[in-house]
């Protein structure tokens, strides 16, 4: 039996052995498939069995009875008390109670400032201000020849306010005596003048009273009225009165913003030497109506101006209006608008404007009769402005100056009137980039496109630039710059009956300033430092090279 199963396991051995081969040739067989293969799959029964709760089982829930026994769980953290908080204020700057500034430079120039001033005040303030200027140098004239020029300024004021419950009431008086050399004597003569011959004196006495409104929001009220007078005389002689009262108002309301500005002037000549324009009085009535929000903002009014000249009424009425909006929010801001209004030109306006005019000029009112505009404003960022305007403006009585062809020295000016429309292009770039630094760029173009009487706008600049920098080293150094430039401006040459230019002004100032403590400062100015002569009018020349240095002191 046991060799019968032994030979039964050889001969299934033999068997297997044998096949392999034939199973390894039959994989190498080729296999031509006629159609592709597609598989299905044969219908399944699903099978419906769904769960069910048929069977009951009955079991006991046991009775469980439990005790809490509480515990106070010792915490290894410890608190330390806090101490409570105390409000301080904030540190004021401190303030000295005056400042002497004194200086000396080239030109017999000196230089005198003080400055007197109450500390900080609930009840009010009040400052005392003392100023002398002047320079004593000669400059050389067309003729070749040096003639004593210069000026003399003083200045005396005395200021204050008291704070009321809602309001600020304001009060000033002050006195000037001013004096100028009238050095430009005709090219064509052979001498020049001596200087207590050519000095030319002017006193000023004036006083302010003023009231304005003090509320903590925009929706009360608000007002601003102050009354003026001046004495304003040459050589005591020839004497101007002047006085102003005003009043200004706004009062935001649900709608509309309201405002208005209302007021009189009054100049008077005496003793007669006015003949030509006599004593004028003014008054006038501005009001408006506004409208806007935060991308957009409209004002629409009218100025109204009553002119009483030798008993001569003459009413003015110019429409007032301006639209702008945020085209790009705070970087293009789009702006346009019309106005107009009336120039008083007073005696003491003309002769600061032009103190080599003739002392009893009087001059006629200009009348601005239509001024349209637009332009564009806005902020590139934090440290960069600029605003952009252009404008057309009507104008009746527009004054120029030209020499006084009555006096043969001709050093003296009087004015010839003309209706002439003017374009103007303005521009200005604020930048500055860090409270260090302060960077002004402006800039103006002026076009007379009608003239009626005059040929030339005689001695108006074509155009004026100006660029200013200041740079503060650390609150330690102070550097201020500055270049300017006028334009060429047309004269007439009476000698040879024609009109000439006078050339262009470029003018370059540099002051330094070193604070060596907050009490003590020296300083150093540098004016016109390119030395050139430039022209302030016709037949006046400049000073050429100036320099001055001084101090400053806080008591």
């Known amino acids: ?3 019968f199963r032994i030979f039964s396991k050889r001969i299934r051995i033999g068997t297997v052995i044998c096949l392999v081969p034939l199973a390894l040739l039959a994989q190498q067989k080729e296999v031509r498939v006629v159609k592709p293969y597609s598989p299905t799959l044969s219908g399944a029964r699903k099978i419906e069995l769904l769960p069910s709760m048929d069977e009951q089982i009955d079991f006991d829930v046991p009775d469980i009875s439990y005790q809490l026994y509480p515990k106070r769980y010792e915490s290894q953290f410890t608190l330390e008390p806090i101490k409570a908080a105390r409000m301080v204020k904030m540190p004021l700057e401190r303030l000295y109670k005056s400042q002497l500034t004194l200086g000396f430079g080239t030109c017999l120039s000196p230089l005198a400032e003080l400055n007197i001033n109450q500390l900080r005040s609930r009840s009010g303030t009040f400052g005392f201000y003392l100023r002398h200027h002047s320079m004593n140098g000669k400059v050389k004239l067309d003729n070749e020849m040096k003639a004593p020029a210069g000026f003399n300024e003083n200045q005396l004021k005395v200021y204050g306010s008291r704070f009321l419950k809602n309001a ?7 006195a000037s005596y001013n004096s100028y050399v009238h050095y430009g004597v005709n ?8 200087r207590e ?7 000023t006495a004036e006083g302010k009273l003023g009231l304005h409104s003090m509320h903590a929001d925009s929706f009360h009220f608000n007002y601003d009225a102050s009354l003026e007078y001046y004495y304003f005389a040459h050589r005591f002689d020839e004497a101007e009165h002047g006085a102003e009262l005003s009043f200004d108002f706004d009062k935001k309301l649900r709608v509309v913003d309201i405002a208005g500005e209302l007021g009189t002037t009054y100049l008077g000549h005496f003793p007669e030497w006015d003949t030509l324009v006599g004593n004028k009085t003014n008054f006038w009535f501005n009001p408006s109506v506004a409208k806007g ?5 409209f004002v629409a009014g009218f100025n109204f101006y009553g002119e009483v000249t030798d008993g001569l009424f003459t009413p003015h009425f110019y429409p007032r209006a301006l639209f702008q909006f945020h085209m790009v929010k705070e970087i293009i801001i789009p702006y346009f608008g019309v106005d107009g209004y009336l ?8 002769v600061k404007e032009n103190p080599y005019v003739v002392p009893t000029l009087a001059v006629r009112p200009t009348n601005n009769k239509l001024i349209g505009y637009f332009g564009l404003k806005g902020n590139f960022s934090r440290a960069v402005a600029y605003n952009l305007k252009a404008s057309y403006s009507i104008i009746d009585d527009a004054y120029f100056y030209v020499n006084d062809i009555s006096n043969p020295l001709m050093n003296q000016f009087v004015v ?3 209706d002439v429309t003017l374009g103007t292009l303005h521009g200005e770039l604020a930048v500055r980039p860090s409270d260090d630094w302060k960077i002004i760029l402006q800039g103006n173009y002026y076009s007379y496109m009608t003239m009626v009487n005059e040929d030339r706008p005689w001695n108006k600049p074509e155009f004026d630039i100006s660029l200013q920098l200041r740079y503060n080293m650390g609150d330690k150094i102070i550097l201020d710059a500055g270049i300017f430039t006028i334009g060429s401006r047309y004269y007439q040459n009476y000698d040879l009956a024609v009109e000439d230019t006078l050339p262009l002004t470029f003018d370059l100032n540099l002051g330094l300033e070193y604070r060596y403590s907050k009490l003590l400062s020296f300083w150093a100015r540098f004016n016109n430092m390119a030395a050139q002569s430039y022209y302030l009018y016709n037949q006046y020349p400049s000073y050429r090279f ?4 001084g101090f400053s002191y806080a008591l």
Request: no cysteine; hydrophobic share 40%.
């Open 197 to 203: 011959d050519a000095i030319h004196p002017y006193f």
């Open 187 to 194: 090219p064509e003569l052979d001498t020049v003048l001596a």
């Open 1 to 3: 039996m046991r060799q």
């Open 293 to 297: 929000s935060s991308q957009w903002r």
């Open 546 to 549: 100036q320099a001055m240095i």
């Open 416 to 418: 010839v009137y003309d």
């Open 168 to 174: 600020a009431f304001e009060y000033g008086v002050g």
């Open 343 to 350: 120039d008083n030109n007073s005696n003491r306006a003309i």
